[in-house]
């Protein structure tokens, strides 16, 4: 199960989702070949090609949702505690693996018009812009990227050149990241939609067999979340939290999915990427492995903090329920079981160099200092126009005698500005109006007056140049509690509060009861007692059948391991022919 232990590690989650038998496969006649027990978090996988009385395969995971399950339920239960923990300063990274077909992007997206199929990724943004307007004295940055993998290509998804290839670069301090990836600021839940929209439009899909709009790519949609707050010591701490929601291309047979042209190519390097993935776990699992080959593929080197290193980590396996998808959803059951295994060291991202917070925070001190500036340099001159017009005996209006405070700077100097302009204006046109003045004269006046209202819409320009550019600055710093109703607010922490106690009583249940099974079976091989030979021998005979029937199972799974060897080295072989061929046409 995962979970924290002494040493600060953390284990990959990982839960399992089975999709309904869907039309298609009912026509057909397929059996179902899945049982799920959700109380227990097992899988249970029957071969439809068994001989008779073989035991089915059981595997246990940190929780299994079956087709009647809801996305709120497998959000609240498994994702809502990682999203928190994102917005706490950590990395977390959440994928869907399996078969073409299986669900994976419904589960990451879902339906996005319907609230209750909308998947991981928009229940996400809400989540996480409802926890920003609700904190008290904290400045939030939200920032989302998009890109896609592509045949082993990195494409940005949010660029307006698509042909262009992206480069993966290695900071030694900030680790795997991508040359020239756009990142646009998001202010709330319907603009960072809308980038994701603007992405989906040309995420690479196509039509198989297995799925009539099936993934072609790897997608990764990556929200960058920077808090700053004061902290015991009076410093602002600024921590950052980064959240990988990423959508796997399916896993699947090129002999099943009946696809022509680019698909055959897409496929060979989709399972070359996902099958880099597998090793990177086995390496990581097998605890006798010295390199863990993460630059096997750009899938890999990605993943790389999620898989090992500084990252909480959620694996959704998502299955096919039908026989005719046994061996896809036993190697998925089988990928995994063994990343269950992963153990991750995550910490919390404080007080980083390169953080977007910092750079605005201090932009904004410093157009507010020129705008303070031009306002104050307003100030002065509207006094001493005041003290002109005193002399002159005129009386002051009731605006010039106004006291501006540090909100009415902009608009003190607007004023001032506009009292500058009509007086020009008026003296202007007294130049005009005035007939004791040579004619040359008039027209040296007049331009050094027209140089004067150039230099003053000039002015007024930048100032209002200045404040836009401060405005937007400033409203792309997101501060929570504004607009937020208090009693309405505390409502709904406590509803959130209980849904999270809710799920955490059901994690606990499950690991209880299936720590309990273990312990029955210890418990009753030591109470046996026997009333004769006979219940003895009987009992034994029982007991030999069992673990008979265990060997036989074991000796299954050696087989099917060996005939998924087989069956990934056909395809390794039909990737490497088919890069020989592209090669031989170059």
């Not at 082993?152 to 991508?178: F, H, M, W």
């Not at 029982?542 to 005939?563: F, G, P, R, T, W």
Request: aromatic letters at 4%.
């Amino acid at each position: 199960m995962a979970g924290k232990s002494r040493s600060g590690c953390e284990a990959l989650k990982v839960v399992a989702r089975c999709r309904p038998m869907s039309r298609k496969e009912e026509a057909a006649g397929y059996e179902r070949v899945l049982e799920l027990d959700v109380k227990l978090g097992q899988v249970s996988i029957r071969n439809p090609r068994a001989a008779p009385g073989e035991l089915p395969k059981t595997f246990t995971f940190d929780a299994v949702y079956d087709a009647s399950s809801k996305q709120a339920d497998l959000y609240d239960e498994t994702v809502r505690p990682l999203i928190d923990s994102v917005l706490q300063g950590f990395n977390g990274t959440i994928f869907a693996y399996g078969q073409t077909g299986t669900g994976k992007t419904y589960t990451m997206q879902g339906a996005w018009a319907e609230p209750e199929k909308r998947g991981i990724i928009p229940i996400s943004f809400e989540h996480i812009f409802t926890h920003i307007s609700r904190s008290q004295n904290q400045q939030y940055l939200v920032r989302a990227s998009y890109l896609e993998i592509y045949q082993e290509e990195i494409r940005d998804l949010l660029a307006k050149d698509q042909s262009k290839k992206l480069e993966l670069k290695e900071n030694p301090e900030t680790g795997v990241y991508i040359k020239d990836l756009s990142s646009f600021v998001t202010k709330n839940v319907k603009e960072i939609e809308h980038v994701m929209n603007l992405g989906s439009q040309t995420r690479s899909v196509g039509s198989t067999n297995m799925n009539e709009h099936s993934s072609r790519s790897h997608a990764i949609f990556l929200i960058t979340i920077e808090c700053s707050e004061t902290g015991p010591d009076g410093e602002e701490h600024i921590r950052v939290g980064k959240l990988n929601l990423v959508d796997l291309a399916g896993s699947e047979r090129q002999s099943k999915m009946g696809a022509h042209g680019e698909r055959p190519k897409e496929a060979s390097k989709i399972n070359l990427s996902l099958s880099a993935l597998g090793n990177v776990i086995s390496a990581l699992v097998d605890g006798k492995s010295t390199h863990i080959p993460y630059r096997d593929s750009k899938l890999t080197r990605l993943l790389q903090d999620s898989l090992g290193g500084n990252a909480k980590t959620i694996m959704v396996a998502t299955l096919g329920p039908a026989s005719h998808s046994y061996d896809e959803s036993l190697s998925t059951l089988r990928f995994a079981n063994r990343a269950k295994n992963i153990k991750n060291k995550p910490r919390v991202n404080e007080d980083p160099k390169d953080t977007l917070l910092r750079e605005f925070q201090e932009e904004i001190i410093r157009l507010k200092a020129q705008l303070e500036k031009r306002g104050m340099l307003g100030k002065k001159r509207r006094r001493s126009s005041r003290r002109k017009k005193a002399v002159d005996g005129e009386s002051a209006t009731e605006n010039e005698g106004e006291d501006d405070n540090e909100d009415g700077l902009e608009k003190n100097m607007e004023n001032y500005l506009k009292e500058q302009k009509e007086r020009l204006e008026e003296e202007k046109a007294a130049i005009q109006d005035d007939h004791s003045l040579v004619s040359e004269e008039k027209q040296k006046l007049l331009q050094e007056k027209e140089k004067m209202i150039e230099d003053l819409r000039k002015e007024q320009e930048a100032t209002e140049l200045l404040a836009t550019k401060y405005k937007a600055m400033e409203s792309k710093l997101l501060i929570g509690g504004r607009t937020i109703v208090d009693h309405t607010n505390e409502q709904q922490k406590m509803l959130e509060l209980k849904r999270q106690e809710i799920a955490e009583q059901k994690r606990r249940e499950r690991e209880m009861q299936q720590e309990m099974l273990l312990r029955d079976e210890e418990t009753m091989e030591l109470r046996e007692t026997y009333t004769s030979l006979q219940q003895e021998v009987e009992i034994k005979t029982k007991k030999l059948k069992k673990l008979y029937a265990k060997l036989q199972a074991v000796k299954a799974e050696i087989q099917d391991q060996h005939d998924e060897y087989i069956r990934v080295r056909q395809d390794l072989e039909e990737a490497q022919n088919e890069q020989t061929r592209e090669l031989k046409l170059k």
